[in-house]
């Protein structure tokens, strides 16, 4: 099911692929440049969304875990095309991006050590320090505008960065913490009778894209219990359910875990994924494509590594497609209800603590060669030896951050300022 569209008369299922595939093509830039791009093409020029619907369609997506970017577009596709048209706007605004990141993943995995490589990522490591603090600035202006909020991002730190909290029980009390404190009004939040009458079509929709999601997970299961495959279904798809904030927000999760939990990546490996999503079009969360081919092709060989990108993609955007159809149908109703934007916005301000911890877990990583975690009771410190400084990632991230808060740079041009200096850097200390 589908609604008219209140701007201009709704445009041919092959106009609007048109459209998708552009955005797809040109998605640089991350969620706000993305999110702006598809605003310019869908509701200033094309007039098929008018600016409430949009406006509407866009809190609605940050309610969700997963890219908003995104399931923005796959909302449109839907609203005006129903599932044919919301399955083309969201592929078309992966595919192409995903399609550059398998194919870098599979050079990099091959070549990687070259010198020539490993001084272009060099740049992009310190741009990508960069990158993440900004999007920590951004989101602390937008999300910390009372003092529990402040409290909400102070605790939400100290829990994953000195405690070692996973990241989505951070994320669930937070939630929790919004939807009770949330002050509501006298309005009749019930669903309206025909909201109920959606129900049954509803469950429908969840059972079948459930069945689309966990069928192939479970085959894989059955064939090869053992294999690789089996355990980033599993942890991806847990990823999938808790990715509220975006991309950067689940980064520290993300990158952690990778890291020192599984150990299918080292942290250099995890920073030059993020800084090839960052360069790429397609949302940011890429990211766990390369991380997925990366481990199964250490694990098996290229085939493996292609059937761990593929595995990989499917648990991250299959859920992205259950949550627009099965929510756009009451989105009007779900972004009036105050409990929900209450749990929104604290989830927002645990977001920043998040982050914050990413920046200093990354940081610490990327300027120094060696860095040593103590764990002293409950509590974990990460210490760097002061004499493993990189004194070249230090000076490129000093020049990455005037190009962004003096000049106002956008991030891919930073990122390919900075690879290009790291390679002379490099090249001329050599």
């Not at 309005?187 to 059972?207: S, V, W, Y």
């Not at 604290?346 to 200093?360: D, E, F, K």
């Amino acid at each position: 099911m589908q609604k008219e569209t209140s701007g201009s008369a709704a445009p041919s299922l092959w106009q609007a692929v048109m459209v998708w595939a552009k955005v797809g093509v040109l998605s640089f830039g991350g969620p706000a440049a993305q999110i702006s791009l598809m605003h310019r093409l869908v509701v200033d020029e094309k007039k098929w969304l008018s600016e409430k619907e949009y406006l509407n369609a866009l809190s609605f997506c940050m309610l969700l875990p997963g890219p908003e970017a995104m399931q923005l577009a796959t909302y449109a596709g839907w609203r005006m095309h129903g599932v044919i048209g919301g399955l083309a706007a969201g592929l078309l605004f992966v595919v192409p991006g995903a399609i550059v990141i398998l194919a870098l993943a599979a050079i990099y995995s091959m070549y990687g050590n070259l010198p020539l490589l490993g001084a272009l990522f060099l740049g992009i490591k310190a741009a990508v320090i960069v990158v993440v603090i900004e999007a920590l600035i951004r989101v602390a202006r937008k999300a910390l505008t009372t003092r529990a909020h402040w409290l909400i991002a102070a605790a939400a730190f100290i829990g994953i960065f000195f405690f070692n909290l996973p990241y989505p029980l951070i994320i669930l009390i937070a939630a929790a913490f919004g939807y009770f404190m949330a002050k509501t009004s006298n309005a009749i939040d019930k669903a309206p009778q025909n909201i109920r009458r959606l129900i049954p079509g509803t469950l429908f929709t969840i059972a079948i894209w459930l069945l689309v999601w966990w069928v192939p997970l479970v085959a894989v299961y059955l064939t090869a219990p053992d294999s690789i495959l089996v355990e980033l279904g599993r942890f991806f798809s847990t990823l999938a359910v808790v990715t509220f904030g975006g991309a950067y927000a689940v980064l520290a999760y993300l990158a952690q875990d990778v890291v020192n939990q599984f150990g299918w990546l080292t942290t250099g490996e995890m920073m030059d994924g993020l800084g090839l999503a960052e360069t790429t079009p397609g949302p940011l969360i890429l990211v766990t494509e390369f991380v997925g081919f990366i481990a199964a092709f250490r694990e098996g060989g290229l085939l493996l590594g292609l059937a761990g990108a593929a595995i990989t993609l499917w648990v991250t955007f299959v859920p992205c497609f259950l949550w627009i159809f099965t929510g756009a149908p009451y989105i009007e109703w779900i972004t009036a209800q105050p409990r929900l934007k209450g749990a929104l916005s604290a989830i927002t301000a645990a977001v920043v603590g998040v982050i914050l911890n990413l920046s200093l877990w990354f940081g610490l990583h990327v300027f120094f060669d060696s860095v040593q975690y103590l764990q002293m009771g409950v509590l974990k410190v990460w210490l760097p030896d002061a004499s493993s400084l990189n004194v070249l990632v230090v000076l490129l991230t000093v020049v990455c951050a005037v190009l962004a808060f003096v000049f106002h740079w956008g991030i891919t041009r930073i990122l390919l300022v900075s690879a290009v200096l790291g390679l002379v850097l490099v090249q001329f200390g050599g």
